[in-house]
């Protein structure tokens, strides 16, 4: 059974820096991309930053320059730095695990970041 635990949301200033993190199980970890998407209320589900099995990445405009996506595979953990924080980064972050063989999508439970202004 594939899991993905995410932590290190919280409420954080404007300003302010973050760290999330997500560790998987059930499911070899060093294979697959490795995405972090987020979903504000009233809003559709967007993806903030991926990362491929080889180390590359990409990031939603909104967030170049300020979040840094990063990959451990001998801890199976993806992480998430996130700098400069905006109020309108306020939102419900998920994990995401992209099989590289049959294209399943597994995801987290959701860590809930809050940024006040």
């Known amino acids: 059974q594939v899991q993905l635990v995410e932590s290190g949301g919280g409420l954080v200033q404007a300003g302010g820096s973050l760290r999330l993190s997500c560790t998987t199980s059930?499911?070899?970890?060093?294979?697959?991309?490795m995405g972090w998407y987020r979903q504000a209320p009233g809003k559709q589900r967007e993806l903030v930053a991926r990362i491929t099995s080889g180390g590359t990445t990409n990031y939603a405009d909104s967030v170049k320059g300020r979040f840094a996506i990063s990959r451990d595979n001998a801890k199976n953990t993806v992480y998430l730095q996130m700098n400069s924080l905006k109020p309108e980064d306020t939102a419900l972050y998920y994990c995401?695990?992209?099989?590289?063989?049959?294209?399943?999508?597994?995801w987290g439970q959701g860590t809930q970041v809050t940024v006040s202004s």
């Open positions: 995401n695990l992209r099989d590289g063989f049959s294209g399943a999508d597994y």
């Open positions: 059930g499911i070899i970890f060093s294979i697959n991309t």
